[in-house]
């Protein structure tokens, strides 16, 4: 996760509604965490559970600010699962977990406000 935008940035370009759909933004529950110190960026390991569909994902997430890993097991969160599986280090992160930058720029994990079955897409 990328926390660098300018909190006062415009917003984007317009897209077309097809651009939208093409991301594939998902809620899984978290059921591991733990630090993950080789990491340039001080980040979390997390396996997700996306449900039956999707399955068990991982994620490194620039979340450490804000979140111990033992306090995430059990939480919900928002990922793009269709994005290609990106290398970081020895870790293969496969999903990008969500979250809005606070007003010192750590990350604020996306979750719904309400419980939702793990793999509901946002639309």
Known sequence: ?????????PAAA????????????RVGTVVAAEPFPEARKPALKLVIDFGPAIGRKKSSAQITEHYEPQAL??????????FPPRQIGKFMS???TLGFADSSGAVVLFQPDRPVPDGSRLF
């Open 14 to 25: 317009p897209i077309a509604f097809d651009d939208f759909l093409a991301v594939d933004i």
């Open 94 to 96: 496969e999903v990008l």
């Open 73 to 82: 097991l059990g939480r919900q969160v928002a990922a793009v699962v269709n």
């Open 1 to 9: 996760m990328h926390a660098t935008h300018a909190l006062d940035a």
